[in-house]
């Protein structure tokens, strides 16, 4: 089993950064955590995932040059830093994770509730 708890959406101007936190509570190793996105009346989007054994992490082409998806082993957490955020961010942002080694958009059955992120122009 796997729970999330996230944190650090909120409100930032365009050219701003935020870094989403994921707590992932679990007692294995080979469990992928990662983001996806879901904007108004827009199906959810994969952002980025790294596996916490280690490994490259993948995103999304759409924010592979804006983000850094990192992890903290001893705290279990995992970041997306995101930098020169654009309108087009604005979404709620949920934290995911699956088991497995792959850090691709595909299989995640654990959830977190979201979290707010809004660009202003």
């Known amino acids: 089993q796997v729970q999330l708890s996230e944190s650090g959406g909120g409100l930032v101007q365009a050219g701003g950064s935020l870094r989403l936190s994921c707590a992932a509570a679990?007692?294995?190793?080979?469990?992928?955590v990662g983001w996806f996105r879901q904007a108004p009346e827009k199906e959810r989007e994969f952002v980025a995932a790294i596996t916490l054994s280690g490994g490259k992490p993948g995103y999304a082409p759409f924010v592979k040059d804006r983000s850094t998806i990192s992890r903290d082993n001893a705290k279990n957490t995992v970041y997306l830093q995101m930098n020169n955020l654009k309108p087009e961010d604005t979404a709620v942002y949920y934290c995911?994770?699956?088991?497995?080694?792959?850090?691709?958009?595909?299989?995640?059955?654990?959830w977190g509730q979201g979290t707010q992120v809004t660009v202003s122009s």
């Open positions: 995911v994770a699956k088991f497995g080694h792959v850090p691709d958009e595909r299989g995640y059955n654990y």
């Open positions: 679990t007692i294995y190793e080979d469990v992928v």
